[in-house]
């Protein structure tokens, strides 16, 4: 038996390692090629761009794609079941994006008006956002079924084929000298586009989705994200609160270094994407009496994981600068600082996976993090000048580590308590 588990638990990390490995190295090849091919002002549109998508994409959601795992539980085999989930999180998020979209664009305009760039540029940008947000719901959904089976190959295989799409659309647009801003946006975007093409043609033999939605099932995803709401809306706008900071506040030139050391923080997605795919599975099944000895285990990986990297980028910038490319080669100090940075915000991505897996999920928390978070932006924006790169950095570290401090004591109280108790109602059908 421990040589089954043992089999068992090789095979679906090599697949992890290899599958998301092959990812991260294609998009990161990408990226980078990104930060040499295009100029400094390109750069920062592109930045500004992919932050506003980024906080779309989590308005838009909701947390609805991080919760259908955790309600259907130990019902991954029933293909009804996920199919009604899997309609559910699709119906929310469809009246959410016809709501967001004309809200979005009136934000957009305003945000990129003062860096003075053209009407074209900026339509252009935001129809490869809008682009996006469709897809990604198409990717973000279907992908629930072949994680729920943790058929790995299959999952990175489309998300292998969707990237090498986008390198080979920006090396040809480069070539043929047409790599702009909204030009590398819409390589962007046709990424999830392939992605969420194959994952919704290859989960139909593992679900059998209904074309009306539940509403029992509509109630209890809802019952379940409203105590998460609250910190969802405002952990879209804080994620990527240096690059909006640095866009009200800045020049071109910094808003463009923000977002090249922003690709350090890729260093963790590899990581990030471990939570979701081996971490939240397995927690959901841990037996309680087993659970305390495996979150310390997890948690004290990761911070090990953190330190290591936290200290190699301030011995060992130059790899690091190497990789961004001779336009931010001066940017030795700001490398550490980031590394720190993503470091911290990992550490807490670790906690709140198993945290909301095992639906430790309390208004009281979402409360407290969005007020002490706040509290902690407040304070940073009347004592520190945000028009300077490393200024923006310390301004993410700080608000971090403010968060990371309410991620603790919320998974002392989970340990105690357990999952929120309330009685769901239903609804004749």
Request: hydrophobic content about 50%.
């Amino acid at each position: 038996m421990k040589y089954s588990r043992f089999k068992r638990w090789s095979t679906l990390i090599v697949s992890f390692l290899v599958g998301q490995g092959s990812v991260q190295v294609i998009n990161l090849i990408s990226g980078l090629l990104l930060l040499r091919w295009l100029s400094v002002e390109a750069y920062a549109q592109f930045s500004v761009a992919f932050g506003f998508q980024c906080t779309l994409n989590m308005l838009v959601d909701m947390g609805c794609s991080g919760s259908i795992i955790a309600l259907i539980g130990d019902r991954c085999s029933d293909k009804e079941v996920v199919g009604s989930y899997i309609r559910s999180a699709k119906h929310f998020r469809n009246r959410l994006l016809a709501i967001l979209i004309p809200l979005s664009a009136i934000a957009f305009a305003f945000v990129t008006s003062k860096q003075n760039w053209d009407w074209t540029t900026q339509l252009l940008l935001f129809g490869a956002i809008v682009n996006y947000l469709f897809f990604e719901g198409w990717a973000a959904y279907y992908s629930v079924p072949l994680l729920i089976h943790q058929q790995l190959k299959q999952l990175y295989k489309f998300q292998i084929i969707s990237a090498c799409v986008r390198l080979a659309l920006c090396f040809s647009l480069f070539l043929g000298s047409a790599l702009s801003s909204w030009a590398a946006a819409w390589a962007n975007s046709s990424v999830v586009v392939v992605q969420g093409f194959f994952f919704r043609k290859d989960s139909t033999r593992l679900i059998h989705e209904p074309i009306e939605t539940n509403l029992n099932i509509n109630r209890e995803m809802q019952h379940y994200l409203l105590p998460l709401i609250p910190g969802i809306i405002f952990t879209a706008f804080q994620g990527q609160i240096s690059v909006f900071l640095i866009s009200l506040f800045g020049q071109t030139k910094s808003i463009a270094e923000v977002g090249a050391l922003g690709r350090i923080g890729q260093l963790f997605l590899i990581l990030s994407a471990f939570n979701g795919v081996v971490i939240a599975p397995y927690i959901a099944k841990v037996a309680r009496q087993d659970l305390v000895r495996r979150y310390c285990q997890i948690l004290g990986a990761a911070i090990t994981i953190s330190l290591v990297l936290s200290i190699g980028s301030f011995m060992f910038p130059q790899p690091l600068l190497w990789v961004l490319g001779s336009k931010y080669y001066h940017l030795r100090t700001e490398v550490g600082w980031m590394v720190v940075g993503a470091s911290i915000s990992y550490i807490g991505s670790v906690m709140l996976t198993m945290q909301g897996v095992r639906k430790w999920v309390y208004w009281w928390a979402t409360f407290v993090y969005v007020v002490t978070v706040m509290l902690t932006q407040i304070g940073c924006l009347i004592v520190i000048d945000l028009s300077t790169t490393i200024n923006v950095i310390y301004f993410g570290i700080i608000t971090n580590l403010s968060a990371l401090t309410v991620y603790i004591v919320t998974a002392l109280y989970g340990f105690i308590y357990g999952p929120r108790k309330t009685e769901i109602p239903e609804i004749p059908i």
